[in-house]
T-cell receptor, first 115, second 110 residues
Framework: EAGVAQSPRYKIIEKRQSVAFWCNPI?????LYWYQQILGQGPKLLIQ????????DSQLPKDRFSAERLKGVDSTLKIQPAKLEDSAVYLC?????????????FGPGTRLTVL | AQRVTQPEKLLSVFKGAPVELKCNYS??????LFWYVQYSRQRLQLLLR??SRESIKGFTADLNKGETSFHLKKPFAQEEDSAMYYC????????????FGTGTRLQVTL
């Protein structure tokens, strides 16, 4: 089966600009996750979708970050406006279900640099 | 709150030597523990989970609830084991999320 797809792979923007990332999960996977991985740290969950509903967005900085998963398939993560501290790799993952028993499959990530 | 601690940023061992990557966690309930691995230029992928109790690529990990640890072990390191290893914790339930440690880079040298 095809893996999780993400685009773009790299993005460089200046602070206060906007940016959007796209994710296409594995076909049939109901649960989609966005993680932020800052250099030297482990991935941190930003938001979890079950189909097109939000299950957990407790660590999403909602004043500048937004995400949607229309139709329960693809997802977009947006940052507006970006800050220097948003420089990180943004990982998308998907799984068949939302519990810990389901393996999460990760995409290649989008490396964001904010200047 | 869930927390995962990996005390070593870098672990360097010789080929054929035993490997132990440390992971400690804090969680008040009954956790599920995982090890994820990221090889150079590859995606983050699941290596093993404690509920499976299986050995993957020669690696094993035992959940020790008394010491709140989930150390990853391999008796004889191979060059291809060189990678970044992340320990992760999830609580049971449909809304569970993975909490990752900061990772340990394993470097296997000749």
């Amino acid at each position: 089966e095809a893996g999780v797809a993400q685009s773009p792979r790299y993005k460089i923007i200046e602070k206060r600009q906007s940016v959007a990332f796209w994710c296409n999960p594995i076909s049939g996977h109901a649960t989609l996750y966005w993680y932020q991985q800052i250099l030297g740290q482990g991935p941190k969950l930003l938001i979890q979708f079950q189909n097109n509903g939000v299950v957990d967005d407790s660590q999403l900085p909602k004043d500048r970050f937004s995400a949607e998963r229309l139709k329960g398939v693809d997802s977009t993560l947006k940052i507006q406006p970006a800050k220097l501290e948003d420089s990180a790799v943004y990982l998308c993952a998907s799984s068949r279900g939302g519990g810990g028993g389901f393996e999460q499959f990760f995409g290649p990530g989008t490396r964001l640099t904010v200047l | 709150a869930q927390r995962v601690t990996q005390p070593e940023k870098l672990l360097s061992v010789f080929k054929g030597a035993p490997v132990e990557l440390k992971c400690n966690y804090s969680y008040s309930g009954s956790p599920e523990l995982f090890w994820y691995v990221q090889y150079s230029r590859q995606r983050l992928q699941l290596l093993l989970r404690h509920i499976s109790r299986e050995s993957i690529k020669g690696f094993t990990a035992d959940l020790n609830k008394g010491e709140t640890s989930f150390h990853l072990k391999k008796p004889f390191a191979q060059e291809e084991d060189s990678a970044m290893y992340y320990c992760a914790l999830s609580r049971t339930g449909t809304a569970s999320k993975l909490t990752f440690g900061t990772g340990t880079r394993l470097q296997v040298t000749l």
